[in-house]
């Protein structure tokens, strides 16, 4: 068990549609990342929150957004659902720092319809 | 082109074999984290690598950065089928904070 806590396991819901994403990380880490994988990309970079702030951006489409809470869970947004949004979308948290690992949530598999 | 380019992108042999698993960029990079994933599970994380020429080892499992810090390797002596996985490497650049660039990936399957 990583500590880390993603809510739903698996969510099905049809194109054009909002769902959010939600991440628990481990106790005492401030550092929030969200991952992207699917079979043909890997597992790829989405954003990164340190203590309720964005820190860096990657391939996220605008159609996506974040953000982190006081209460340091966070939350992904994704909106107007295309069939090829179909992934799965991992959360991972840290303590924060460039050399820090990253602990990894067991993910949210969202099918798009 | 991959940042992280990972081979072999599969492999598969008996029990009791060695194998190695390489990671390769022409970038340098901060750190490096190798994970293994099991189906229907996020990666679990294995062993940082932070400094250049660095050997870690985890019971069975070698893990070496490169002098220059822009590859890695994974050595597995004697390969059990509790092994068997997809290893991933993950490194953060110099130039882009902590984020993970990820490698493709290992598919390892070992035979009983």
């Known amino acids: 068990d990583s500590g880390v806590t993603q809510t739903p396991k698996h969510l099905i819901t049809a194109t054009g549609q909002r769902v959010t994403l939600r991440c628990s990380p481990r106790?005492?880490?401030?550092?929030v990342y969200w991952y992207q994988q699917s079979l043909d990309q890997g597992l790829q970079f989405l954003i990164h929150?340190?203590?309720?702030?964005?820190?860096a951006k990657g391939n996220i489409l605008e159609r996506f957004s974040a953000q982190q809470f006081p209460d340091l869970h966070s939350e992904l947004n994704l909106s107007s659902l295309e069939l090829g949004d179909s992934a799965l979308y991992f959360c991972?948290?840290?303590?924060?720092?460039?050399?820090?690992?990253?602990?990894f949530g067991d993910g949210t598999r969202l099918s798009i319809l | 082109t991959q940042l992280l380019e990972q081979s072999p992108q599969f492999l598969s042999i008996q029990e009791g074999e060695n194998l190695t698993v390489y990671c390769n960029s022409s970038?340098?990079?901060?750190?490096l984290q190798w994970y293994r994933q099991e189906p229907g599970e996020g990666p679990v994380l294995l062993v940082t690598?932070?400094?250049?020429?660095e050997v870690k080892k985890l019971k069975r499992l070698t893990f070496q950065f490169g002098d220059a810090r822009k590859d890695s390797s994974l050595h597995i002596t004697a390969a059990q089928p509790g092994d068997t996985g997809l290893y991933l490497c993950?490194?953060?650049?110099?130039?882009?904070?902590?984020?993970?660039?990820f490698g493709e990936g290992t598919q390892l399957t070992v035979n009983p």
């Open positions: 991972a948290s840290s303590s924060g720092g460039i050399a820090q690992p990253q602990h």
């Open positions: 106790s005492g880490d401030l550092s």
């Open positions: 929150y340190y203590n309720g702030e964005e820190r």
């Open positions: 970038s340098v990079f901060s750190s």
């Open positions: 690598v932070v400094t250049g020429g």
């Open positions: 993950a490194g953060a650049l110099e130039t882009s904070g902590s984020r993970l660039t």
